[in-house]
């Protein structure tokens, strides 16, 4: 025989480890099983409770399913009440065992006993399916009618339940359910009041009859708020609080959008907001509910000023809860009234001292929408201020904003330095690069200041070293600026002090220091490299040899790019390239941001638009148009990826030059194609430079000082791609002058390694002359974009934007998708999946949403980014898997993508 209850909850207390609760639990759940097996009427209740708490637990107690029904059948009430609360807590809609109860439930409707109906219905509310849903709907209506406020209560519950799972039961119940805002019961009332808020949610064409309702409950609310003292219903001084926020909330929901209604509902909702009692949590529970129908519905601006200085006094309360509810209202409503918020300014501030990190968070937030021209500079002090204390987790956060805030507001070139420099010192090392080139962009836009932000910044890295971010941009200002730091910095202004001169030892002193620190990552040192070399034509003949003393370490470095940076560099640094040294090394151009802008819109906008046309582009005398040969014949056959059939976007040839598709899943060797550019024939073992160079495999960016020959090939037009000479300005050919070998390997390419680009490995070739205007013409082809239509069917569009990001490196391909919902329904569930063969590397970047908008135009994108290992041999493959859903429809499709550009 098995315990009772409370020692089988004594016995699981008692227990030490988890293996001796289990072992009780086991040895319980073995006797219940003995007694089910017996048919033990006796203490079948007692098992069954039993159970409901090995089940809170967290043990399996599917055997006793059965158990709980045959308690439901019994006739007395205390089987049936653990019947039932084992039905609800031990099975679930999706429980076959289910179906068995709907007779049982139909019948304890029609009992005589109110406890034992209330008990039927409670398990509708919660458990009913659509089939049980229609056969008892008729009798919980009838229920529904009865003159037992507590029936009518449990109905209007249940009644939720039943819509919710049958909504065309509203067109028989609809009559009952309007009448229940007449019933003189708070319960009913209360719940008559919840079922009209879903029945809103479920099904909002029947707001139109609803809203007829809303005099009503105007002045249903007017009565509560006259209402003197109810002992039955008081909270805290409040008649029935909870009743209130119902009301409110469904005068929200029928006022939203609805002139008429909103004008009715003003008055009431000003008494509300003026005589609701703010000392007690039930009274801001109400003025709560009060704000944020105010907010919703068409109210006037008075109205929504006194919401606003509500939620300046919720500010001011010492419950955290309260002043995160505010907070987080104010949020929402500073896009709608942001002059009402900023009369709040000062107290919302205050809240970013909060002990609390919450409210610190969602003050912090609030402060960035309230920044405007007027109060820049203020607000972002406060910032600055909260960045010192602010998490370690989130300062990355936060100083990506007030960048955005620097780059959106500016209160003058001198405080947005001050600024920058500032917010580096103090969460410098949590920065991404992105922070670090902005701060670089605004230092060299401020024309007039970069000594003074030279200075500065010298002696912030004086102080404090250990910032990265801060580090990175001192060291590229020092090598930009660094003749304007061996001389005198006067005051930029009466507030500031100005700065004496710094000998030029003193300045190589501090980059020699700053490349050995511990905390300095490889690409810090390159950059170390990369000021040296530009402050060995700014500063004196003997600082020279000291800089070339200083590169001999690094050209032993483990790390590729700093031996090979240093190595070549150290050829730069001798006498022969005086000539050209001091033209290579000199600053770089101001970036005008906004115009790069403009200039890209106004490209993407002439190249893509569905009314342009495609022009060939003319090649000139000693250049080339397009350095790509013609699109490859051989085709991949990516259909085995997701086993689907040929598509359409990329048929493939039958015939010897295919490639093999084991290449996909390396089951066998594959016949590499001979690749073509034009009239010249390629080695099948030639490198992608060569591709798209010259035969020799030169790479195209070291012809500034290889002696290499350079071969033009044969111009080739493709009508698909839009000429990228006929949106950009010509490009100025550069000087190229021929050097001698060093070391066996290609030197310095001074217009790609001066500014910190990787420089690209060159074998050594023989001297030849060097056409001027093959750097030009090979850039200018690397950085055209093409458009291609990848996939188009049932209303979904697909478009890929190719180009080549890297100019130096003709491999890598960035490819922006963009998807075209053609259809008047929104498409929900987006999941875009692209499969590549080997010999390309795929990186894919999330979606910017996984809702395309109805009759939207390429707003929803995905990024794709490839490196081609055999550019120039085999041409970019793409196998497309694309599922999403269109109202109740799952669409499911695949395709191939094989019609790119031949330079791709």
Same mark, same amino acid.
Not at 588 to 603: I, N, Q, S
């Given at each position: 025989?098995?315990?009772?209850?409370?020692?089988? =909850?004594?016995?699981?207390?008692?227990?030490?480890?988890?293996?001796? !609760?289990?072992?009780?639990?086991?040895?319980?759940?073995?006797?219940?099983? $003995?007694?089910?097996?017996?048919?033990?009427?006796?203490?079948?209740?007692?098992?069954?409770?039993?159970?409901?708490?090995?089940?809170?637990?967290?043990?399996?107690?599917?055997?006793?399913?059965?158990?709980?029904?045959?308690?439901?059948?019994?006739?007395?009430?205390?089987?049936?009440?653990?019947?039932?609360?084992?039905?609800?807590?031990?099975?679930? !809609?999706?429980?076959?065992?289910?179906?068995?109860?709907?007779?049982?439930?139909?019948?304890?409707?029609?009992?005589?006993?109110?406890? #034992?109906?209330?008990?039927?219905?409670?398990?509708?509310?919660?458990?009913?399916?659509?089939?049980?849903?229609?056969?008892?709907?008729?009798?919980?209506?009838?229920?529904?009618?009865?003159?037992?406020?507590?029936?009518?209560?449990?109905?209007?519950?249940?009644?939720?339940?039943?819509?919710?799972?049958?909504?065309?039961?509203?067109?028989?119940?609809?009559?009952?359910? =309007?009448?229940?805002?007449?019933?003189?019961?708070?319960? /009913?009332?209360?719940?008559?009041?919840?079922?009209?808020?879903?029945?809103?949610?479920?099904?909002?064409?029947?707001?139109?009859?609803?809203?007829?309702?809303?005099?009503?409950?105007?002045?249903?609310?007017?009565?509560?708020?006259?209402?003197?003292?109810?002992?039955?219903?008081?909270?805290?001084?409040?008649?029935?609080?909870?009743?209130?926020?119902?009301?409110?909330?469904?005068?929200?929901?029928?006022?939203?959008?609805?002139?008429?209604?909103?004008?009715?509902?003003?008055?009431?909702?000003?008494? /509300?907001?003026?005589?609701?009692?703010?000392?007690?949590?039930?009274?801001?529970?109400?003025?709560?509910?009060?704000?944020?129908?105010?907010?919703?519905?068409?109210?006037?601006?008075?109205?929504?000023?006194?919401?606003?200085?509500?939620?300046?006094?919720?500010?001011?309360? *010492?419950? %955290?809860?309260?002043?995160?509810?505010?907070?987080?209202?104010?949020?929402?409503?500073?896009?709608?009234?942001?002059?009402?918020?900023? *009369?709040?300014?000062?107290?919302?501030?205050?809240?970013?001292?909060?002990?609390?990190?919450?409210?610190?968070?969602?003050?912090?937030?609030?402060?960035?929408?309230?920044?405007?021209?007027?109060?820049?500079? @203020?607000? +972002? +002090?406060?910032?600055?201020?909260?960045?010192?204390?602010?998490?370690?987790?989130?300062?990355?956060?936060?100083?990506?904003?007030?960048?955005?805030?620097?780059?959106?507001?500016?209160?003058?070139?001198?405080?947005?330095?001050?600024?920058?420099?500032?917010?580096?010192?103090?969460?410098?090392?949590?920065?991404?690069?992105?922070?670090?080139?902005?701060? #670089?962009?605004?230092?060299?836009?401020?024309?007039?200041?970069?000594?003074?932000?030279?200075?500065?910044?010298?002696?912030?890295?004086?102080?404090?070293?250990?910032?990265?971010?801060?580090?990175?941009?001192?060291?590229?200002?020092?090598? !930009?600026?660094?003749?304007?730091?061996?001389?005198?910095?006067?005051?930029?202004?009466?507030?500031?002090?100005?700065?004496?001169?710094?000998?030029? $030892?003193?300045?190589? %002193?501090?980059?020699?220091?700053? @490349?050995?620190?511990h905390n300095v990552d490889n690409s810090t040192r390159a950059m170390v490299l990369n000021a040296l070399m530009k402050l060995s034509v700014r500063f004196g003949g003997a600082s020279k040899e000291r800089i070339a003393k200083l590169m001999v370490p690094f050209q032993t470095s483990m790390f590729l790019e700093l031996q090979q940076r240093s190595t070549e560099y150290g050829v730069l640094l001798n006498t022969q390239w005086d000539g050209l040294r001091r033209e290579v090394l000199d600053k770089m151009p101001v970036l005008d941001e906004a115009a790069l802008r403009r200039r890209r819109a106004a490209f993407d906008e002439n190249t893509f638009s569905d009314d342009s046309k495609s022009l060939s582009p003319k090649p000139s005398s000693g250049a080339v148009s397009s350095l790509a040969g013609p699109a490859p014949t051989n085709q991949l056959d990516l259909n085995n990826i997701f086993g689907g059939g040929v598509s359409s976007a990329g048929p493939a040839k039958a015939n010897n030059d295919l490639i093999d598709l084991l290449d996909i899943f390396g089951g066998g060797p594959v016949a590499a194609p001979t690749a073509q550019l034009n009239n010249m024939s390629l080695q099948t073992n030639a490198s992608p430079a060569a591709a798209?160079?010259?035969?020799?495999?030169?790479?195209?960016?070291?012809?500034?000082?290889?002696?290499?020959?350079?071969?033009?090939?044969?111009?080739?037009?493709?009508? @698909?791609?839009?000429?990228?000479?006929?949106?950009?300005?010509?490009?100025?050919?550069?000087?190229?002058?021929?050097?001698?070998?060093?070391?066996?390997?290609?030197?310095?390419?001074?217009?790609?390694?001066?500014?910190?680009?990787?420089?690209?490995?060159?074998?050594?070739?023989?001297?030849?002359?060097?056409?001027?205007?093959?750097?030009?013409?090979?850039?200018?082809?690397?950085?055209? $974009?093409?458009?291609?239509?990848?996939?188009?069917?049932?209303?979904?569009?697909?478009?890929?934007?190719?180009?080549?990001?890297?100019?130096?490196?003709?491999? &890598?391909? *960035? =490819?922006?998708?963009?998807?075209?919902?053609?259809?008047?329904?929104?498409?929900?569930?987006?999941?875009? &999946?692209?499969? /590549?063969?080997?010999?390309?590397?795929?990186?894919?970047?999330?979606?910017?949403? $996984?809702?395309?908008?109805? *009759?939207? &135009?390429?707003?929803?994108?995905?990024?794709?980014?490839?490196?081609?290992?055999? &550019?120039?041999?085999?041409?970019?493959?793409?196998?497309?898997?694309?599922?999403?859903?269109?109202?109740?429809?799952?669409?499911?499709?695949?395709?191939?993508?094989?019609?790119?550009?031949?330079?791709?």
């Amino acid at each position: 025989m098995s315990i009772k209850l409370r020692d089988l =909850i004594r016995a699981v207390r008692a227990c030490k480890t988890a293996a001796e !609760e289990r072992a009780v639990i086991s040895k319980e759940c073995a006797l219940i099983r $003995t007694a089910i097996k017996e048919e033990d009427e006796q203490f079948r209740h007692r098992n069954v409770a039993k159970l409901l708490f090995i089940h809170m637990l967290g043990y399996p107690t599917h055997f006793g399913q059965m158990e709980c029904l045959k308690l439901i059948s019994a006739s007395g009430f205390p089987e049936k009440r653990i019947g039932y609360l084992g039905l609800t807590l031990l099975l679930t !809609e999706q429980t076959e065992v289910l179906t068995l109860v709907t007779n049982s439930l139909k019948v304890d409707l029609t009992n005589s006993n109110q406890y #034992i109906q209330a008990l039927s219905l409670i398990a509708i509310g919660n458990l009913a399916t659509q089939d049980m849903a229609r056969d008892l709907a008729s009798d919980v209506e009838k229920l529904l009618r009865s003159n037992n406020s507590y029936l009518r209560k449990k109905a209007a519950l249940a009644t939720i339940r039943l819509l919710k799972k049958e909504p065309d039961l509203i067109e028989h119940m609809s009559e009952r359910i =309007i009448s229940l805002l007449k019933d003189r019961a708070h319960g /009913v009332l209360i719940t008559g009041l919840q079922l009209m808020i879903d029945v809103l949610d479920l099904l909002p064409d029947w707001k139109s009859e609803l809203v007829k309702l809303v005099p009503s409950l105007v002045r249903l609310l007017r009565n509560f708020i006259s209402m003197g003292f109810s002992p039955e219903y008081d909270v805290a001084g409040i008649a029935d609080p909870f009743m209130q926020v119902k009301i409110l909330h469904l005068l929200r929901l029928l006022g939203k959008g609805n002139e008429e209604a909103s004008d009715l509902m003003n008055d009431v909702l000003a008494q /509300v907001a003026t005589n609701t009692e703010t000392t007690k949590n039930a009274g801001n529970a109400i003025l709560y509910e009060c704000v944020q129908t105010v907010m919703e519905v068409e109210s006037d601006a008075s109205l929504r000023v006194l919401a606003v200085n509500i939620l300046g006094r919720f500010l001011l309360n *010492r419950d %955290n809860n309260i002043r995160y509810v505010a907070l987080n209202s104010l949020s929402k409503v500073v896009s709608e009234d942001l002059s009402a918020v900023q *009369r709040h300014r000062n107290t919302i501030v205050e809240c970013l001292k909060d002990p609390d990190i919450s409210i610190r968070q969602r003050a912090l937030e609030l402060v960035f929408q309230l920044v405007n021209d007027q109060n820049v500079v @203020a607000l +972002t +002090t406060e910032l600055l201020n909260y960045l010192v204390v602010a998490p370690a987790d989130s300062k990355a956060s936060l100083v990506s904003k007030i960048i955005l805030i620097l780059e959106k507001y500016s209160s003058g070139k001198k405080w947005r330095v001050d600024t920058i420099i500032t917010m580096l010192s103090v969460a410098g090392g949590l920065t991404d690069e992105s922070v670090t080139r902005t701060a #670089i962009i605004f230092i060299a836009q401020s024309e007039g200041l970069q000594s003074y932000a030279a200075h500065r910044l010298y002696r912030s890295l004086l102080e404090d070293s250990s910032q990265l971010g801060l580090l990175q941009v001192a060291i590229w200002c020092i090598g !930009e600026y660094g003749s304007q730091l061996v001389a005198d910095c006067p005051a930029p202004d009466p507030g500031s002090s100005s700065y004496p001169a710094i000998s030029e $030892t003193e300045v190589i %002193n501090l980059l020699d220091k700053s @490349a050995r620190l511990h905390n300095v990552d490889n690409s810090t040192r390159a950059m170390v490299l990369n000021a040296l070399m530009k402050l060995s034509v700014r500063f004196g003949g003997a600082s020279k040899e000291r800089i070339a003393k200083l590169m001999v370490p690094f050209q032993t470095s483990m790390f590729l790019e700093l031996q090979q940076r240093s190595t070549e560099y150290g050829v730069l640094l001798n006498t022969q390239w005086d000539g050209l040294r001091r033209e290579v090394l000199d600053k770089m151009p101001v970036l005008d941001e906004a115009a790069l802008r403009r200039r890209r819109a106004a490209f993407d906008e002439n190249t893509f638009s569905d009314d342009s046309k495609s022009l060939s582009p003319k090649p000139s005398s000693g250049a080339v148009s397009s350095l790509a040969g013609p699109a490859p014949t051989n085709q991949l056959d990516l259909n085995n990826i997701f086993g689907g059939g040929v598509s359409s976007a990329g048929p493939a040839k039958a015939n010897n030059d295919l490639i093999d598709l084991l290449d996909i899943f390396g089951g066998g060797p594959v016949a590499a194609p001979t690749a073509q550019l034009n009239n010249m024939s390629l080695q099948t073992n030639a490198s992608p430079a060569a591709a798209y160079g010259n035969a020799s495999n030169t790479d195209l960016l070291n012809e500034i000082f290889s002696a290499g020959p350079s071969v033009s090939p044969t111009p080739a037009s493709y009508p @698909a791609q839009q000429p990228y000479q006929a949106q950009q300005a010509p490009l100025q050919p550069q000087m190229l002058m021929p050097t001698p070998v060093y070391g066996g390997q290609a030197p310095l390419s001074p217009m790609n390694n001066a500014f910190g680009m990787p420089p690209a490995p060159a074998p050594v070739a023989a001297p030849a002359p060097v056409m001027p205007m093959v750097l030009t013409s090979a850039r200018a082809a690397s950085a055209a $974009t093409s458009s291609i239509v990848a996939y188009e069917k049932a209303g979904m569009q697909i478009t890929m934007e190719i180009s080549k990001p890297v100019p130096a490196d003709p491999s &890598q391909s *960035r =490819i922006l998708c963009r998807f075209h919902n053609l259809h008047n329904v929104q498409m929900e569930n987006l999941v875009f &999946q692209a499969a /590549v063969p080997k010999y390309l590397k795929l990186e894919m970047l999330p979606p910017s949403s $996984t809702t395309i908008p109805a *009759r939207s &135009q390429g707003e929803v994108t995905q990024e794709i980014k490839l490196v081609n290992s055999m &550019q120039g041999q085999k041409a970019i493959m793409l196998k497309l898997k694309i599922a999403y859903k269109q109202g109740d429809t799952m669409v499911d499709e695949m395709t191939q993508v094989s019609n790119f550009p031949p330079m791709y």
